[in-house]
């Protein structure tokens, strides 16, 4: 029983590893091939899986370390979700230097004298979206109203945007994201209207800008 426990861990590891390194199947199953002489996990002992998890970190996988005691695993509520959502935006914006959770909680301290996001309640995740929004507002993001919301829906269908699963209004917010960096870069125009990116790409084209507007913000800094 113990064994099996343990062999399902080491099964779990070398899981998170091909996915975290990106590998494809191919390659997997050649690797295992190569390290045990066999191409499926189920099939190897355990100094066999040992020495594939090894592979792997050679390659550059990186474990995440074991949950200390007390504590908590990371909130991933919806109200959590849209305070990262909004915290993002704020660093793709120029406003936020720092994306990780670690600062994130340091804002949510600040503002609600709670340790971290996961500790908060309800109404403590309010006030901090609330803030949030407020900081957008301060440099100038104006977020989409429903009207504009409902426009950008109708346009895009017209366009024959195929937006699937998303939402109109995660679509509609991410456009007026990408619309203000074009304001803080000073962009006239873009080879892609905004307007009809593809869904599925708007958040790789946010993340482009952003990365340009914190060159920009460093270079004005030093100049």
């Known amino acids: 029983m113990i064994d099996a426990k343990i062999k399902n861990g080491l099964i779990g590891k070398v899981h998170v590893a091909k996915k975290q390194l990106a590998m494809a199947e191919d390659s997997y199953r050649a690797m295992l091939q190569r390290i045990t002489g066999r191409s499926s996990c189920s099939a190897m002992t355990l100094k066999q899986l040992e020495d594939v998890v090894a592979e792997f ?77 407020g900081w957008l507002e301060r440099i100038g993001f104006a977020a989409p109203d429903a009207d504009m919301v409902k426009r950008i829906a109708w346009l895009r269908h017209r366009q024959g945007c195929d937006d699937g699963h998303h939402f109109d209004t995660a679509i509609a917010w991410k456009i007026a994201v990408i619309k203000h960096q074009f304001v803080l870069l000073e962009m006239e125009e873009y080879e892609d209207d905004p307007l009809f990116i593809a869904a599925d790409n708007l958040d790789q084209v946010i993340a482009a800008f952003g990365r ?3 060159v920009m913000l460093d270079a004005r800094e030093r100049a």
């Open 57 to 133: 970190k050679r390659l550059g996988f990186k474990p995440k370390p074991p949950k200390r005691a007390g504590q908590r695993k990371q909130a991933d509520g919806a109200q959590a979700t849209m305070i990262r959502a909004l915290w993002l935006d704020l660093h793709n914006l120029g406003a936020v230097a720092d994306p990780s959770e670690e600062a994130l909680n340091a804002f949510v301290k600040r503002s609600c004298k709670v340790p971290a996001l996961q500790w908060i309640d309800p109404y403590q995740a309010d006030r901090v979206i609330k803030a949030l929004r």
């Open 212 to 214: 340009s507007i914190r």
